[in-house]
């Protein structure tokens, strides 16, 4: 039977640092690429530890790179193990690194964990992950350390909460309203899973596409949907408070919630 990561990364020859609730993340998004013929990204070389656990990991059919802005670690390049040195928040870096690699199946990105690292790497490297790929982006609680933040609001978590936005508006009623976004992955990011510190992006272009409805040939009983006129006398009264104020925090929106239902899960939900 193969090893589990937290087991290779265990009885690694070579230095490794990571955080213990990674190995369950990691394994849930990792395992379906075992065995195949994959090229694996890891941005972070350090030690060299983590890249040799990849190779063991992930088989002999899976091409392993690991970039680094330290030039030491080139060193670390071995049969099956690709080092590249350049500097992750540089776009030219990507150019160049995808214009010699070509696309890529998984990165991983535990490399300078900055604000400007994290969201220049996943601009530039969303296009180049082929479909069924993944983009993990590693200690994204960074965005809370001020070390780390160029801006507070520029961080890496509020760049992802606006894919959340960015992908809900592929869907038909929102499209027609959608907001000027300057820039958009919505055509390329399929889903987007928030871990504490990690942040998964699930690539597949044939999936991300626009909405349609599906109708199957059962009898239709003439029943309408009378969802509009049940949430009638909410909308308004939710109309009249979101306009009284101009930033709805989640405190607000629950505490509003609490008063107007007496729904009595909808009241344990919001306590
Ligand atoms: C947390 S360590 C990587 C640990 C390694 N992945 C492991 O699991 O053992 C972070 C690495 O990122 C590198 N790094 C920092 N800033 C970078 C940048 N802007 N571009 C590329 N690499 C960077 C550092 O030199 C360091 O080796």
Known sequence: MSL?????FIKAKDFSSKHEKYFDVYEENFSKYKGKKITFVEVGIF?????????????PDAKIIGIDINPECKKFEEDGIEIHIGNQSDPKFWDKFFSLVGNVDVILDDGGHTNLDQIITTTKCVNNINDKG??????????????????????????AKKIIDDVNYTFPLNIKKKPNFNYSLNDQIYSTH??????????NRKKAVVNTTVENQGTHHGIEDLVKEGNELNIKKFKEFTEKIS???LRKITKYFRK?????IIKKFFD
């Open 47 to 59: 030690n060299g530890g983590s890249l040799k656990i990849w190779k063991e990991y992930f088989g």
């Open 194 to 203: 928030f871990y504490e510190s990690i942040v998964v992006f699930h690539i």
């Open 247 to 249: 930033f709805i925090s």
């Open 260 to 264: 107007i239902t007496n729904n009595k």
């Open 134 to 159: 993944i983009l993990m982006v590693e200690d994204t609680h960074t965005s809370y350390i001020e070390f780390y933040n160029s801006s507070k609001k520029l961080s890496f978590i509020n760049f």
């Open 4 to 8: 589990s990561l937290k087991e290779l």
